[in-house]
């Protein structure tokens, strides 16, 4: 089949790489240069973690993602990921952290449940506050993002069936016709349209903007104090996920920083606005890692940026048909460099015919 994709953010790649490896003829597009400088797939780093509150079918989905990103690296020729390891935390004594815990144990994943006094001499870098009780995982780790976008980019490029092009803004998508509108007239026919645009797919799809919101992110790159580099240099990522607290932390490994984030959605933003601080945007992350971290009046901000999600309310993935020559794939959330390869072979198993469309449906869901 000729194919035609929508967005070359880590889904459109990994949907691209999934299909051509099939043997379908894809054709990709992007509005700017891959990677998109604005894009959601960039930045040094995204993370992969077993820990997901309640959503044992999220759990396992992370086990199908490791194996998927496997065959990635099969296929690039090198591993661009670092395992760290993970804590998960929060205040309440029945909080995402222990839902995480059960869901583990329910799921037979390996974890350790320390309290906050172990883990404070386990991790002397960390501070745990209120916490009931820290979980620790050894599983998870870093996914170096923009390094593989650059290379899967650069992969698809030479391959025969694939057809990546850059600087290409889609303007429509006729998703009955399988046919996308290209901003200089030009109409491009296939077999299929994917749409993978990220928080720009609401212009493509206007009805999706009844169940998925663009929202704007901030980031944080800090220097630790001298005394805690060693620390940070050995540390698992940091999550402390909350009713009031969307705290993270990305340590540093080779060729990156170490990064701070507050995963709780702003809501708001256009992703086409420029990309600059607003006053005080980097102050108040600042702050919501000053309780987190030890001596923290030491840390230095080093770089602030921004990002966006596609936020869906109950943080379930949108896989499905749009039209009867289309595939949507939205919603997820600031959760979807992680399950990249795993969806786009999902995927391109359902285009195929090889995967019933309400199965893929469910299991994109977390259903």
């Known amino acids: 089949m000729k194919i035609s994709i929508v967005g070359a953010g880590i889904i459109g790649l990994c949907t691209a790489w999934a299909l051509a490896r099939r043997g379908h003829a894809v054709q990709l597009f992007d509005q700017a240069e891959v990677p998109n400088p604005a894009g959601s797939s960039v930045d040094d780093h995204r993370l992969i973690r077993h820990p997901y509150g309640e959503f044992d079918a999220y759990v396992r989905m992370v086990d199908e993602a490791y194996a998927a990103w496997e065959r990635v690296w099969a296929d690039l020729g090198t591993v661009l990921y670092a395992p760290t390891g993970t804590i998960a935390f929060d205040a309440a004594e029945q909080g ?19 309290k906050p006094a172990e883990a404070a001499a386990r991790f002397p870098h960390l501070r745990f ?11 998870g ?3 170096r993002a923009g390094a593989i976008v650059e290379a899967l980019a650069r992969h698809l490029s030479a391959a025969r069936n694939v ?11 006729e998703a009955d016709q399988g046919r996308i509108v290209l901003a200089d007239g030009n109409r491009i026919d296939a077999d299929t ?4 645009a990220g928080p720009w797919a609401t212009r493509l799809v206007p009805a999706l903007a009844a169940r998925v919101t663009p929202s704007r992110q901030v980031v944080a790159y800090i220097e630790p104090p001298a005394a805690m580099k060693q620390l940070w240099a050995a540390s698992p990522m940091v999550l402390k996920i909350g ?20 995963h709780r959605f702003s809501l708001e933003g256009d992703p086409a606005a420029p990309r600059e601080l607003r006053a005080g945007e980097a102050e108040a992350l600042m702050a919501t890692a000053h309780d987190n971290l030890v001596d923290f009046s030491g840390y ?22 749009l039209g009867s020559k289309a595939w949507l794939l939205s919603g997820f959330s600031g959760h979807g460099f992680k399950f990249g390869p795993v969806i786009g072979e999902k995927l391109a198993a359902g285009i195929d015919g090889a995967l ?7 299991w994109a869901a977390g259903r």
Request: charged letters at 20%; proline letters at 6%.
């Open 96 to 114: 995402w952290a222990a839902a995480s815990q059960r869901s583990m144990h329910r799921l037979g994943i390996a974890h350790e449940v320390l």
């Open 129 to 139: 506050g209120a916490a009931e009780a820290v979980l620790y995982a050894p599983s």
């Open 141 to 143: 780790g870093v996914l």
């Open 163 to 173: 057809e990546l092009h850059q600087n290409t803004r889609v303007e429509a998508v």
């Open 193 to 196: 349209v994917v749409v993978a």
């Open 243 to 262: 009713a009031d607290s969307g705290f993270y932390a990305v340590p540093p490994v080779p060729g990156t920083g170490l990064k701070i984030g507050d």
């Open 300 to 321: 230095r901000l080093v770089q602030g940026k921004v990002c966006f999600y596609d936020v869906e309310p109950e943080e379930r993935f949108i896989v499905e048909p």
């Open 356 to 362: 019933d469309v309400d199965a893929l449906k469910g």
